[in-house]
């Protein structure tokens, strides 16, 4: 089984930044094409950010820009620095692999943004 833990969320202001981090522990060899996720209460899973094992990166609309994604194999840890944050940003942010399939979801971190 593999543990995904996120951290790094808080509550700042309009136009603050943070620097999410996700890692991956148990039965693991190494991270896959890896993302970052984020959910409000009511709404969809989205998709932020992705990276490839070869470090090509994919971004949202509402990443590109302003969020930066990256991999540390030999952590096994994700990262995703978050710039120029907006209220909309507001969510609870998890990582796993991009897909089809999908580790057990961690406890997501949460991340709230005032105006």
């Known amino acids: 089984q593999v543990q995904l833990v996120e951290s790094g969320g808080g509550l700042v202001q309009a136009g603050g930044t943070l620097r999410l981090s996700c890692a991956a522990s148990?039965?693991?060899?190494?991270?896959?094409?890896m993302a970052w996720y984020r959910q409000a209460p009511g709404r969809e899973r989205e998709l932020v950010a992705a990276i490839t094992t070869t470090r090509h990166k994919l971004y949202s609309e509402a990443g590109k820009g302003r969020f930066i994604i990256s991999r540390d194999d030999a952590r096994k840890t994700l990262y995703l620095p978050m710039n120029s944050l907006k209220p909309e940003d507001t969510d609870v942010y998890y990582c796993?692999?991009?897909?089809?399939?999908?580790?057990?979801w961690g406890q997501g971190t949460q991340v709230t943004v005032s105006s």
């Open positions: 148990g039965n693991i060899r190494r991270l896959n094409e």
């Open positions: 796993n692999n991009r897909g089809p399939y999908f580790y057990d």
